[in-house]
Structure formats: C-alpha cells, structure tokens
C-alpha cells in the first residue's frame, strides 16, 4: 500500500508540490510547513506528531 500524496494542505488549502517539504501524521493527514509549525507539529484532527514526509524520487519506480 503506497503513502497518499495528498496536493494540498488540510489547513490553508495551499498545494504542495510532490518533491518539497510537506508534513503528515500516521493517517496520512497532511499539511504544509507553516501550518505543522502554527500547530506545533500536532495533527488536529487525531493529535498525532506531524512529521516529513518522505519524497517520491521523479523517475522510474524500479530500474
């Protein structure tokens, strides 16, 4: 099962770029950096610890 790459942040609504910083918490909640930082890296929708997300590399899945 593959991590969901959400667009945009839950909170300002602002997209987000596939390969720039971005922050989620366990249930692939998903915000942008100055929204993680005005919560003080806490999901609010389940209060879990918003964390990077990983980046997707922009070429072949497997070589």
Do not use: Q, W
């Amino acid at each position: 099962m593959a991590l969901a790459m959400k667009p945009a942040c839950e909170r300002c609504e602002n997209g987000l770029a596939m390969d720039g910083e971005v922050y989620i918490c366990s249930y692939e909640c998903t915000f942008c950096p100055t929204c993680a930082k005005a919560l003080a890296s806490l999901c609010p929708n389940c209060g879990g610890e918003l964390v990077a997300r990983p980046r997707r590399d922009a070429g072949p899945m497997f070589a």
